[in-house]
C-alpha cells in the first residue's frame, strides 16, 4: 500500500511561508487523491486543501483560500501544500493521506481516506 510522508514544517513568523512536502512510497501517487490535514491542539482535525487523480481538481477550506496552493508532481512521487502570508491560527500538525474520492471538496469536508494517519510535520507561527 502507499506510504506517505510529510515534511516541511517548521517556525516561521506571521506573513511567512513554507511549502509543505507529501513524498509517496510503495505506488504512484497518480493513483490517489491526496488531502493535506491539520489538527490544533484541542481541537478536531479538519480538512485544509485536497486534490484529485483523476483530474486534479482542488479544494480548500474557505481559512486558506488565496494563502495555500495544493499541487502534485507525479514525476517526483509528491504533493506539496505551499503555505504563503502564514496566520498564527495556521498553527497545527499537518498530515497527507491518500484516498479514492473524486470530489476534492468530498474527501477534504468529510476525511474520505484510507490508512493510518503518520507522524506529520508541526507548523507554528508565532513572533
Known amino acids: 500500500q502507499v506510504q506517505l510522508v510529510e515534511s516541511g514544517g517548521g517556525l516561521v513568523q506571521p506573513g511567512g511561508s513554507l511549502r509543505l512536502s507529501c513524498a509517496a512510497s510503495g505506488d504512484t501517487l497518480d493513483r490517489y487523491a491526496i488531502g493535506w490535514f491539520r489538527q490544533a491542539p484541542g481541537k478536531e482535525r479538519e480538512g485544509v486543501s485536497c486534490i484529485t487523480s483523476v483530474d486534479g481538481s482542488t479544494y480548500y477550506r474557505d481559512s486558506v483560500k488565496g494563502r495555500f496552493t495544493i499541487s502534485r508532481d507525479n514525476a517526483k512521487n509528491t504533493v506539496y501544500l505551499q503555505m504563503n502570508s502564514l496566520k498564527p491560527e495556521d498553527t497545527a500538525v499537518y498530515y497527507c493521506?491518500?484516498?479514492?474520492?473524486?470530489?476534492?471538496?468530498?474527501?477534504?469536508?468529510?476525511?474520505?481516506?484510507?490508512?493510518?494517519w503518520g507522524q506529520g510535520t508541526q507548523v507554528t507561527v508565532s513572533s
Open positions: 493521506a491518500p484516498g479514492n474520492p473524486y470530489s476534492a471538496a468530498r474527501m477534504c469536508i468529510y476525511r474520505l481516506t484510507f490508512g493510518s
